[in-house]
T-cell receptor, first 116, second 116 residues
Framework: QQQVKQSPQSLIVQKGGISIINCAYENTAFDYFPWYQQFPGKGPALLIAIRPDVSEKKEGRFTISFNKSAKQFSLHIMDSQPGDSATYFCAASIRTKETSGSRLTFGEGTQLTVNP | NAGVTQTPKFQVLKTGQSMTLQCAQDMNHNSMYWYRQDPGMGLRLIYYSASEGTTDKGEVPNGYNVSRLNKREFSLRLESAAPSQTSVYFC???????????????FGPGTRLTVL
C-alpha cells in the first residue's frame, strides 16, 4: 500500500517553463517531507526538504508548497532548464527512536523532461 | 571521500542462485538502508539498520537477508533468487542529529540485478 502518492508519472516542459509535481500522503505522523532528484544511472540525491510547521520553502529555482490540512505537498521548478531533466521522488519520514534513523517512504517518481 | 559504494554494479543470476550485494560508507554514519527501485513504484525499503548491531525489516523484506558487518558495511543477501527480484538495488546511509527530526540519506550508485 503506497502511503505517498505522486503525480504525474511523467512530465514534459519547455525550457523556461514551470514544472509542478504533486504528492499526497495519508499518515499524519509523517514529520519530514524531502524531495530527491535522480539522474540516469545514479542514485537519488536530496534536493530540498520541508517540515510540516511551514507552508513553503524556497531554494533557488526550487520551491516546496505544503498544505497540512489537505495532506498534500508539491515541488515547483521555476525557469526549468534541460539540466533539470531527471526523475523526481517525493518522500515522507516518521521519526523513530531518538537514536534511530528516520525511515523514508517514497512516492512513485516523476520523470521530468525539459525540452530546449 | 567515496561516500557510499556498492558492488557489483551489474549482475545476472539464474533462478535459485544466491548472491550478496555489498555496501560500504565512509561518512561514519550510524544508519544504513537497502532499497529496491522498480518502474512506477518508486524506491521501496527492504531492510534497514538504525545502528551497528541492529537490523529491521522494511516494506518488502521477503526473500532477502541482511548483515550489518560493522559500522561501515551493510550487505544484502538473496538466498534463492527469483525473477521478481529483478530490480535496481540502492544502498543508503544517514546520520542522526538529535535536535533535528530528520536526516538526509546519501545513496550509492546502485546495483542492477537481473534474474533469469
Amino acid at each position: 500500500q503506497q502511503q505517498v502518492k505522486q503525480s504525474p508519472q511523467s512530465l514534459i516542459v519547455q525550457k523556461g517553463g514551470i514544472s509542478i509535481i504533486n504528492c499526497a500522503y495519508e499518515n499524519t505522523a509523517f514529520d519530514y517531507f524531502p524531495w530527491y532528484q535522480q539522474f540516469p544511472g545514479k542514485g537519488p540525491a536530496l534536493l530540498i526538504a520541508i517540515r510540516p510547521d511551514v507552508s513553503e520553502k524556497k531554494e533557488g529555482r526550487f520551491t516546496i508548497s505544503f498544505n497540512k490540512s489537505a495532506k498534500q505537498f508539491s515541488l515547483h521548478i521555476m525557469d526549468s532548464q534541460p539540466g533539470d531533466s531527471a526523475t523526481y521522488f517525493c518522500a515522507a519520514s516518521i521519526r523513530t527512536k531518538e537514536t534511530s534513523g528516520s525511515r523514508l517512504t517514497f512516492g512513485e517518481g516523476t520523470q521530468l523532461t525539459v525540452n530546449p | 571521500n567515496a561516500g557510499v559504494t556498492q558492488t557489483p554494479k551489474f549482475q545476472v543470476l539464474k533462478t535459485g542462485q544466491s548472491m550478496t550485494l555489498q555496501c560500504a560508507q565512509d561518512m561514519n554514519h550510524n544508519s544504513m538502508y537497502w532499497y529496491r527501485q522498480d518502474p512506477g513504484m518508486g524506491l521501496r525499503l527492504i531492510y534497514y539498520s538504525a545502528s551497528e548491531g541492529t537490523t529491521d525489516k522494511g516494506e518488502v523484506p521477503n526473500g532477502y537477508n541482511v548483515s550489518r558487518l560493522n559500522k561501515r558495511e551493510f550487505s544484502l543477501r538473496l538466498e534463492s533468487a527469483a525473477p521478481s527480484q529483478t530490480s535496481v538495488y540502492f544502498c543508503a546511509s544517514s546520520d542522526r542529529i538529535r535536535w533535528i527530526s530528520y536526516n538526509e540519506q546519501f545513496f550509492g550508485p546502485g546495483t542492477r540485478l537481473t534474474v533469469l
